[in-house]
C-alpha cells in the first residue's frame, strides 16, 4: 500500500487546476483578404487581434480567484497596467512550440523572413527573446497559466488604492507555485525563483510591444479599435 | 472612469458585446 501511495501523482493545487479551466479559447487573427500582403495587412490584423485579445483578458482576469475581490478601480488599474505583459505572455506560450517563430495566433505565425517583410522583426526578436528563455525553462502548461496570473498581480500601478488587497492576490498565486514546485518538482528547488526571475524580462518585453503599438497609433494609417486605443492610452 | 469608459462597461457589466 505504501508504494502504491508514493506512485500516485501529487494533487493538482486547487489554484492551478482553476486557472487551466479559466484559460481563454484559441484566438484567430483572420488577415484581412482584400489588403495586399505587407506590413498594412499583418499590422492591421495584429491591432485587431490585440483589440479581441484584451477583451478575452478582462474575461479571464475576473476568473483568478480573489481578482473580482478587489475595487472596481483597482481592478481597472491593475489591467490598465498589466494587460500587455499577459498578453506577450500568451504569445510566448504559442510560440515554444515553434522554433524560431513568433504565433500571433493559431493562424498567424511569423518566421524572420516573414516578420521582416510585415515591419515586426523588431517586436519579433524581442519575443523570441522571451520564449528562448521559457523554452530553456521547459515551461509547462500549469507552470504558464500560474505565471500569467502572477504577472496581472505584479501590477506596480500607482493608481493602485488598496495595495493590501493587491498584495494578497500576489501572495496567494505565490503561494501557490512554490506549493507546486514543491510537489511537482522537489528536485528543482529553485525553479519557482527561475520562473518569477523571468518576469522582468517579460514587463521588458510588454514594453517595447507598447513602443511598437503606440508608433503604429501615432503613424495612424492603420484602424485600431476603441479598447485597444484606451489600454494603450492607459499605459503611456 | 469617463477615459476608459469601455474597460470600466466589461468589467462592470462582463459582456463584450457591442464593443
Redesign the interface.
Known sequence: IATATSKKPAPINPMVSHLLVAEPEKLYAMPDPALPDGPLRATSALCDLADREIVVIIGWAKNIPGFPALSLADQMSVLQSAWLEVLVLGVAWRSLPCEDEVVFAEDFALDEEGARAAGLWELSAALLQLVRKYRALRLEREEYVLLKALALANSDSVHIEDMAAVQRLRDVLHEALLEYEGSRRPEEPRRAGKLLLTLPLLRQTAARALHHFYGIKLGGKVPMHKLFLEMLEAMM | ?E??????R???E?S?SD?
Open positions: 472612469t477615459r476608459h469608459k469601455i474597460l470600466h466589461l468589467l462592470q462582463g463584450p464593443i
